[in-house]
C-alpha cells in the first residue's frame, strides 16, 4: 500500500486565504472574550445586586458576606473571585450602578479590574460614568484608567488652543484637535519647575511609557534631537511622534518658561521640515504642539492667528504645588553641601 503524502506547493492565493481565515478567528476569539467578560460583569451585578436587597431588607451583616463567600467558593471551586472582598465590591457595583439597563449597554464593556478601579478611586457617581464611557470609547487599559483617574482627567481634557481650523482642511482639523489637550500633567517625571529644558526633553524619553500614556491613544515615538541638513545648515527637532490612527507627524517643542510668541516661528519652521522631509502622500498635515510652562491664552490666540502652519500651544504640570514647596531650593541645597563641606573640614 503507497502512503499518501501532501503536496508541498502551495496554490495561488493561499497566502491571502489563510490570512483572512487568521483575522476571523482573532474577531472571533476577540468577540468570545468579550461576550464571556459582559456575562461575568452581569452575574456580579447580579449577585452584588442580592446582597443589596437582603441587606436593606433582612438586615444582613459583614459576617453573612463571609458566609456566603465560603458557601459559593465550596459549591464552585473552579471559579475565581468569589472571596469576601470581592463580594463587597459587587455589592458596590449595585449600589453605584443600580440601573441593570445602564450596566449591560456601558459598564459591562469594562472588565472587571477596570470597574474595581471605579469604584476604588472614584466616589462620585457621575465622574464614575465619565471614566467608564471614556474607557469603552478608547479601549483605555487599567493603568491609563488609573492615570487619568489620578491626574484628574475628567476636568481637564480639553483640547489646546491652535490655529488647526484656520490652517487644516475642514473635518481634518476636528481630528487634529482631538489629539490635543491642556494641559498635560508631567508629574511622573519627578522634576520640579526649575528643570532645565534638555533635562525635561531627556526625562520624557527616559519613562516613554508614561510620556505616551499621557499624549494619548494613536501616539508612537520617533525619536529625540531628530537632525535635519538643509543646505549644510543643520537642525534638530526637540521630539518628534507619529500619530497611527490620523497617519500624521506631530513635532513637540518644550519651553521651560512662560509661551513667547516668536517660539511659534521655530516649531512652525520644524512644522514644514518634517512635513516636506518626511511625509509621505498617504500621510495627514503634520502638525507642531508647542508645550510652555505657562501661557496667557489672549497672547496665545493672537499669537497663532498669524502663523500658517498647523499648531497647538498647551501648558504642563510638572509636581503638584505642595510637594513642590516641600522640595528644598537650590539655595536650601547649597546651604546644606556647604554645610558638610565644613564639618569634614580638619581642624587648624
Excluded at 73 to 83: I, K, L
Excluded at 121 to 135: M, P, S
Excluded at 224 to 232: E, L, M, S, T
Excluded at 243 to 270: A, M, S
Aim: charge should be negative.
Amino acid at each position: 500500500m503507497v502512503a499518501m503524502t501532501r503536496s508541498t506547493a502551495i496554490p495561488s492565493g493561499y497566502a491571502a486565504a489563510l490570512a483572512e481565515l487568521k483575522q476571523q478567528v482573532r474577531n472571533a476569539r476577540f468577540t468570545a472574550q468579550r461576550r464571556v467578560n459582559s456575562e461575568l460583569v452581569r452575574l456580579y451585578w447580579g449577585i452584588g445586586s442580592t446582597i443589596l436587597q437582603r441587606q436593606e431588607q433582612e438586615g444582613w451583616g459583614t459576617n453573612v458576606i463571609g458566609r456566603l463567600a465560603d458557601d459559593l467558593r465550596a459549591e464552585f471551586p473552579d471559579m475565581t473571585g468569589f472571596s469576601s472582598r470581592n463580594l463587597a465590591y459587587m455589592r458596590a457595583f449595585a449600589a453605584a450602578w443600580s440601573d441593570g439597563e445602564v450596566v449591560q449597554q456601558v459598564v459591562a464593556e469594562l472588565p472587571w479590574g477596570h470597574i474595581t478601579v471605579l469604584l476604588n478611586r472614584l466616589d462620585d457617581q457621575e465622574t464614575r460614568e465619565w471614566y467608564a464611557a471614556q474607557a469603552v470609547h478608547h479601549g483605555w487599559s487599567r493603568n491609563v484608567l488609573e492615570h487619568h483617574i489620578r491626574t484628574d482627567a475628567h476636568t481637564r481634557l480639553q483640547a489646546a488652543p491652535s490655529n488647526f481650523a484656520a490652517t487644516l482642511p475642514a473635518g481634518e482639523s476636528d481630528l487634529a484637535q482631538q489629539i490635543t489637550k491642556d494641559p498635560y500633567v508631567l508629574d511622573f517625571l519627578a522634576l520640579d519647575g526649575d528643570a532645565k529644558e534638555r533635562h525635561l526633553e531627556q526625562a520624557l524619553v527616559d519613562r516613554i511609557i508614561d510620556t505616551l500614556r499621557e499624549l494619548g491613544e494613536g501616539f508612537a515615538f520617533v525619536g529625540r534631537q531628530v537632525h535635519f541638513d538643509v543646505d549644510g545648515d543643520d537642525f534638530f527637532v526637540d521630539l518628534l511622534f507619529f500619530h497611527v490612527e490620523q497617519l500624521r507627524y506631530v513635532v513637540i517643542e518644550l519651553k521651560t518658561g512662560k509661551f513667547k510668541p516668536e517660539y511659534l516661528g521655530q516649531l512652525g519652521f520644524y512644522v514644514a521640515l518634517v512635513d516636506d522631509k518626511l511625509r509621505r502622500s498617504q500621510h495627514a498635515d503634520t502638525v507642531g504642539l508647542l508645550l510652555v510652562a505657562d501661557k496667557n491664552d489672549a497672547v496665545v490666540r493672537y499669537s497663532l492667528g498669524a502663523h500658517h502652519t498647523p499648531i497647538g500651544v498647551a501648558s504642563y504640570d510638572l509636581l503638584p504645588p505642595a510637594i513642590q514647596a516641600a522640595l528644598p531650593s537650590e539655595a536650601d541645597l547649597a546651604q546644606a553641601l556647604e554645610a558638610d563641606t565644613d564639618d569634614e573640614a580638619p581642624a587648624v
